[in-house]
């Protein structure tokens, strides 16, 4: 593979981007929405696709068929490749994107699942960091990301894909804050879980993918 720009457009289904000149490489389209997420600011929630235009336009209002809303996120690929690369010596490309992203994505979805059902119990209408399912594997794991992220500088990008789809219990601004680092440390795992699972793996492809994600769909 020739050399990488430190920022690509990867995109996960095809959408244009709408880039200004001069506006940042950090900027992503939000999942759903069509807005675009720019440095500092947070993703929150997704409202379900047409939920906005039903309600803008009255009761009863019915919505026209619309065109798949495409998902695009600006991914530093240089910076993936240098953290999978230091987290477990592995070599991903831009290839691997679209299943990284699907995964980061599912299981923070899972864990807000918990963390809401933990919240209902406890009668609060938001949740809080204490309601999140986080083992004590999975916060060594975090532990670990942030150092390796200090030489690899991956957290900017992960704060574009954490964004979830619309709960009963709205997360608080602490829990929200805390998405990037708990990608962060699922990330780490997934790196590790592929070399346990092939010692001498050096491209994951499609099946350890796949492998991969069933060992996590078990835990989490």
Not at 47 to 74: K, L, S
Not at 191 to 208: R, Y
Request: hydrophobic share 40%; charged share 25%; proline share 8%.
């Amino acid at each position: 593979m020739g050399p990488l720009s430190d920022a690509v457009l990867t995109p996960l289904s095809v959408r244009p981007s709408g880039r200004h000149p001069g506006q940042s490489d950090a900027w992503a389209w939000q999942g759903n929405t069509g807005r675009r997420i720019g440095p500092g600011m947070r993703m929150r929630s997704r409202a379900p696709v047409g939920q906005a235009d039903c309600e803008a336009q009255g009761p009863g209002a019915t919505r026209p068929p619309q065109p798949e809303v495409a998902v695009m996120t600006v991914m530093s690929i240089a910076r993936f490749e240098r953290f999978f690369r230091a987290a477990a010596g592995l070599d991903v490309d831009k290839n691997d994107l679209k299943r990284y992203s699907d995964f980061v994505d599912a299981k923070l979805y899972d864990l807000l699942t918990v963390a809401q059902a933990t919240a209902k119990a406890n009668g609060r209408d938001i949740i809080r960091t204490s309601d999140l399912p986080i083992t004590k594997g999975l916060q060594e794991s975090i532990h670990h990301f942030r150092m390796i992220d200090q030489e690899v500088e991956l957290k900017p990008i992960l704060e574009q894909l954490a964004t979830h789809p619309a709960l009963d219990r709205t997360p608080d601004e602490e829990t929200e804050a805390a998405y990037p680092d708990i990608i962060g440390g699922l990330s780490l795992a997934l790196a590790q879980s592929f070399k346990i699972l092939h010692p001498d793996l050096k491209n994951p492809q499609t099946q350890h993918w796949d492998e991969a994600r069933a060992v996590f769909d078990l835990l989490l």
